[in-house]
């Protein structure tokens, strides 16, 4: 490529600090910083140097080639859609396409068939302009270019990666930034499927993907190269022991459930201040194996009802294979397991306490503790069987950081208290614009100075388009909870809260029909119960008593009685929904709750057990006994008398009374479900 000459002086002064300050190798980036601002339109050539360095044909390194995608995209941006030829050469550089053809495989836009060209731009166009500015304004090109360069250090917003970077090399550059030990899969994950959600609603690039994470046997652990940077390759995203795996151009998230925390890869922890921790948390930086087969099993389960009663998916995420855990890493190079909870040296500090809580785990269990230290080791291991899960569908952007994230002290949270860091102005304004473009899908830039976070969102959110993606987010993700919980309410399915709690549900933005749709995602299904055609008994007290959890953690302080953070408060502070807005949204999650419990109700004859529907029938017409009655002590003596006489022992009776009769406020908030029913 003949170079146009331009003097590196004219690079601005903030440019070149953020390039020295982000990138191992500065001089390569400022090279191309220069290259790019001399060409303010697409240009052909400089193009195909773009995609040459890109795919790394002179041996560059990795942020360089990144920076040459981010810049490729800002290139085809500038094109017209009509300009069918440029555009056409450009995707047949790219090999998206054979010469001559008319038709793009249209995988990069998420369609797994062919595509009519004139067709694909304006989708391919849509997808990489994912976020636009409000008005043009001084200052502009170099905002762009900051902009450009952040991007390009986050590759699952790069949509052209697929087209450079090969899987082989996308799971190396994974490995680098991880310690790995070595592991046995247990369970598989399926070949990709023809179809045009592909496997688990994965592309073919993604599959492949997680596929050679499985074949290769490995665990994969958090070190000190590990990126909690939100939007990195691998993520460890700050207050979690997981790994988030976002690949080039892929708005899939893998999560890699479980790995390690950074001071050590596995502990054992009882008491934290004095209370005993969960059991399923005793096992610190991994997971119990029982833990990830239930929660596999459960999703599992609820996914087959789901499926049967809507014909789609629910919004959960989805285990993909789940691997024992043989070695672990350590100074050494890696320890087996025995010998990681035996040995003082291989373990390091804390392993006295370590020992202590470990036995306390096991007197907790109620057996006898096995009086030598290796035979208490092994009934420790035989009851935690350590494993990690590799799940799909998944989102680093849990509600609770959300809100945090979008409030005032969102940017000292993140970069202060979270990845220890000094930041400038910049750097907040581009945290709250890849929030905001998580958050909203298709996402308007303000056009004013960063000042302060809450100045800048309010900006933000005062873009009559922005605020208009707002309200319908938020009305989508309460039509989505109350679908999914009617569903849940009319299975006799409940989580205790785990499901629906701020910390296990999140947002995505992804690419569908053609457009940047937001999405929320209910993650952690380890206590989701759901029953399955062989279940017959129906626990009133066990169902109702969860289900009250699940309220909970669904609406928060949008119940009066209840003091806590829910989905539904947490949604409202993000998206900042003025009230009426919100009064909206809660009349759609109610109106969605019916609608799915009664639709349920239509189809789930033939999915359970005809004993397990009679019970739970019969449960719910002691509800509305009780409805009609106002609670008074007379219609208790007709109930039980009818549920005997329907088959019911006096003992389940009682049961169904007593639930009743304890959670009598829950019933009377949602006595619109049982008053629909015959």
Wanted: proline share 5%; glycine share 6%; charged share 25%.
């Amino acid at each position: 490529m003949n170079r146009p000459q331009y003097l590196a002086s004219a690079i601005p002064d903030k440019i070149r600090d953020a390039v020295k300050r982000d990138f191992e190798n500065p001089d390569r980036i400022l090279l191309l910083v220069e290259e790019f601002l001399t060409h303010s339109g697409y240009n052909r050539e400089f193009f195909e140097f773009l995609l040459q360095t890109a795919r790394g044909k002179a041996g560059e390194c990795w942020p360089v080639r990144c920076l040459a995608l981010a810049f490729m995209e800002r290139q085809l941006a500038t094109l017209s859609p009509r300009n069918l030829l440029e555009f056409d050469r450009a995707l047949v550089s790219l090999g998206l396409k054979m010469p001559g053809q008319d038709s793009i495989r249209a995988e990069l836009v998420g369609d797994a068939s062919d595509m009519a060209l004139a067709e694909f731009i304006p989708q391919f166009l849509g997808k990489i302009n994912r976020r636009g500015k409000s008005k043009m304004g001084k200052g502009d090109r170099e905002r762009e270019l900051l902009d450009l360069l952040h991007r390009s250090t986050q590759e699952c917003k790069l949509a052209l990666g697929l087209c450079v970077f090969s899987t082989e090399e996308v799971c190396e550059r994974i490995r680098e930034q991880v310690q790995i030990s070595e592991g046995i899969p247990l369970s598989w994950f399926p070949a990709v499927e023809k179809s045009s959600a592909g496997t688990f609603g994965l592309s073919s690039y993604e599959c492949q993907v997680c596929h050679a994470l499985q074949r290769s046997n490995l665990v994969y652990w958090v070190n000190e190269k590990t990126s909690s940077r939100i939007n990195s390759l691998v993520e460890y995203p700050l207050g979690t022991v997981a790994l988030a795996v976002k690949l080039p151009g892929s708005d899939v998230e893998i999560e890699i459930k479980r790995a390690g925390k950074r001071e050590r890869p596995l502990g054992v922890l009882f008491a934290r201040n004095g209370n005993p921790v969960p059991v399923a948390h005793r096992l610190q930086g991994g997971s119990t194996g029982w833990m990830l087969q239930a929660e596999s099993d459960n999703e599992s389960r609820f996914r087959s009802l789901f499926r049967a009663i809507y014909q789609k998916e629910p919004p959960f995420s989805r285990t993909l294979f789940i691997t024992n855990i043989r070695r672990i890493p350590c100074k050494s190079g890696a320890a087996d397991l025995l010998n990681w909870f035996m040995n003082p040296e291989t373990f390091g500090g804390g392993f006295e306490e370590m020992r202590s809580a470990l036995r306390s785990c096991l007197e907790a269990g109620g057996s006898p503790v096995p009086p030598t230290p290796l035979a208490q080791t092994v009934a420790f291991l035989r009851d935690a069987k350590p494993r990690q899960s590799v799940l799909a569908g998944t989102s680093s952007f849990r509600l609770d950081r959300l809100s945090e994230y979008l409030s005032p002290l969102g940017p000292n949270r993140y970069f202060d208290d979270g990845l220890a860091i000094q930041w400038t102005g910049d750097d907040a304004r581009q945290f709250a614009d890849d929030l905001l473009e998580e958050v909203l899908g298709r996402y308007l830039q303000p056009n004013v100075r960063y000042q302060t976070h809450e100045q800048y969102l309010k900006a933000a959110f005062s873009i009559p388009e922005n605020r208009a993606a707002a309200n319908a987010a938020y009305m989508f993700c309460m039509e989505q909870i109350g679908m999914v919980w009617g569903t849940m309410l009319a299975l006799g399915s409940y989580s205790i809260g785990e499901s629906f709690v701020p910390r296990n549900a999140g947002l995505k933005a992804r690419w569908l029909d053609a457009a940047w749709r937001v999405n929320i995602i209910f993650m952690d299904h380890d206590c989701l119960h759901s029953p399955g055609p062989e279940q017959t008994d129906f626990h009133a007290a066990a169902v109702i008593a969860g289900t009250i959890h699940d309220e909970t953690h669904i609406f928060g302080h949008a119940l009066p009685h209840r003091a806590n953070i829910g989905a539904v408060t947490c949604l409202q502070e993000i998206y900042r929904t003025p009230k009426t807005v919100a009064h909206e949204g809660m009349r759609q999650l109610r109106a969605a709750t019916l609608g799915s419990f009664c639709k349920t109700r239509k189809c789930v004859a033939g999915l359970l057990s005809s004993a397990y529907l009679r019970q739970m029938l019969n449960f719910e017409e002691v509800v509305r006994m009780s409805l009609r009655s106002g609670l008074a002590t007379k219609w208790e003596a007709q109930a039980v008398s009818w549920l005997v006489a329907e088959g019911h022992t006096k003992e389940q009776a009682r049961e169904y009374l007593q639930a009743v009769r304890e959670h009598e406020r829950f019933f009377r908030e949602h006595a619109f479900l049982y008053q629909h029913q015959p």
